[in-house]
């Protein structure tokens, strides 16, 4: 079994009550990205649209060849330690870890290690995937 091409990773919080400015004082870190429900985002295309939640989302360096233990690693080194913080985030709002794993064969694997596992439950954090297969015009 090889491995992952790459690995892409999102730390992300929504809720339609969500003020990013309350979860970077929370968890002591501005997001890569951020949106207030209601809110009237543009595109680079100029696009109109209105966020339909509110949304905090902070992105980990791109991994080739995939490392989502490095990315948590990233991500979690950024943002308070404080379980109670995490717990009462966890509590109000939908957190989750999104991945995206690309691969570059059709039997790539990979392996998230327990203190991964860990840190995340510690953090009521879910843990969504999107793979990828390869791309046939490549």
Request: hydrophobic content about 40%; some cysteine.
């Amino acid at each position: 079994m090889g491995a992952f091409e790459s690995s892409r990773a999102s730390l992300r919080v929504f809720g339609d009550d969500l003020i990013p400015d309350e979860i970077s004082a929370a968890l002591g870190a501005a997001p890569t990205k951020s949106e207030i429900r209601g809110e009237v985002l543009r595109s680079i295309n100029g696009r109109e649209r209105v966020a339909k939640c509110g949304s905090w989302r902070l992105h980990a360096a791109e991994a080739k060849p995939e490392d989502t233990n490095a990315q948590v690693r990233e991500l979690l080194a950024k943002l308070s330690s404080d379980l109670n913080i995490w717990r009462d985030i966890a509590k109000r709002f939908e957190v989750d870890l999104f991945c995206g794993w690309f691969m570059s064969g059709s039997n790539d694997g990979v392996e998230l290690a327990p203190e991964t596992l860990l840190a995340l439950g510690e953090r009521g954090i879910a843990l969504s995937l999107d793979i990828y297969a390869p791309d046939e015009d490549e």
